[in-house]
């Protein structure tokens, strides 16, 4: 890391000055789940969006068998072959050797 990096960067967009009850109901929606602008001098309406209470069923992600690191060492002409191998298939390198796997182990 050199010191450029930690040189501070200019913000990319101004910061909209908002009265503190509208960042308080944005905050709020925003804890609800619901989807919105932020409010701007417009207090009408917000109080029948505040008793939104829909609810959303979430679904948990289905975790396959855990994955572990492995290390190991190839040559540099298995690297770069490897490395094209993922580029025409579009798959990354660790599912081609699990793929490889798979295949002769059976």
């Known amino acids: 890391m050199s010191l450029l990096s930690l040189r501070k960067s200019q913000p990319l967009a101004k910061p909209t000055l908002r009265s503190v009850d509208d ?9 609800q789940g619901i989807d919105n602008k932020p409010l701007r001098d417009n207090h009408e309406g917000t109080a029948s969006e505040a008793n ?5 069923h979430l679904h948990k992600v289905q975790k396959s068998s855990a994955m572990r690191h492995a290390t190991f060492t190839l040559t ?5 072959k490897l490395t094209q191998l993922s580029k025409q298939q579009g798959k990354a ?7 490889w796997i798979q295949q002769n182990a059976r």
């Open 52 to 56: 939104d209470n829909r609810v959303v």
């Open 23 to 31: 960042f308080i109901e944005d905050a709020l929606h925003y804890a």
């Open 76 to 80: 540099p002409e298995c690297i770069a």
């Open 93 to 99: 390198k660790s599912a081609l050797i699990r793929e």
